[in-house]
DNA sequence: ACGCAATACATCGTAACACGAAGTATACGG
DNA sequence: CCGTATACTTCGTGTTACGATGTATTGCGT
């Protein structure tokens, strides 16, 4: 998928991604990746901005005699999925107006 | 709308907004405007990308004593355009991931 | 015991890109 | 003659995704 078209995508989705539960890295980039793929850089810098925008708190914590980073999704990074919804109908909007016929054409 | 999700739409709603007929600067960003607002120094980079890209062609041409730059589409732009309709299937993906409720929520 | 893949997180430099600011120049209405 | 709309250009800046690289531990195979 085009890089350009991710950026809007990848702060939401990593968002999504914690929302049902809490998680860490790795698994993050796991669970996106049949739906959107992006590297561990990537990541690590959304979470870090996410966590600066409030959107997300951290929480470090041992599993298996390793330190583990876990994320869990704030009200406002709640509210950043539902302001989402709003966005995707301008971008339905938008889609109609890139792929619409020329009027007479058909 | 959120300036990251823009990046992505740009190029092709510029494309689609010379793609029933040629069109120049000013009058491309009064036609975008109503689905996506872009500033004069954001189209220009745009324009030159895209025919760098040869997805589109330039020709200038006198209009009321004054210089216009003309923006015709080429069947590279229209390709463009095709595959946006595959990504935006990804998005769509995307989006059903990002607006999923969690499983047994309601 | 040793090596190697997987797990887990961090840092750095780079390139793409949208934008505001500012500039240049002409047409036109009041 | 002045302000507004038209029309295009250049420059600097901030955001951002990514590859490369580094560090460290666990666990499995042999």
Partial sequence: MDIQLKRGLLD????????????YGYKIIKD????????ESTLYTILKRLELAQMLTV?????????????RIT?????????????WNEMLSIYRFVTKEDAGNE
Avoid: W
Wanted: glycine fraction near 6%.
């Fill in 12 to 23: 939401v989705c990593v968002l999504a991604a914690i929302k049902d539960s809490d998680s």
């Fill in 32 to 39: 996106m990746k049949p739906y959107i793929a992006l590297s």
């Fill in 59 to 71: 929480r470090t914590a041992e599993h298996g005699g390793r330190l583990r980073k876990y994320y």
């Fill in 75 to 87: 009200d406002r990074g709640l509210q950043r999925i539902a302001d989402f919804q709003n966005e």
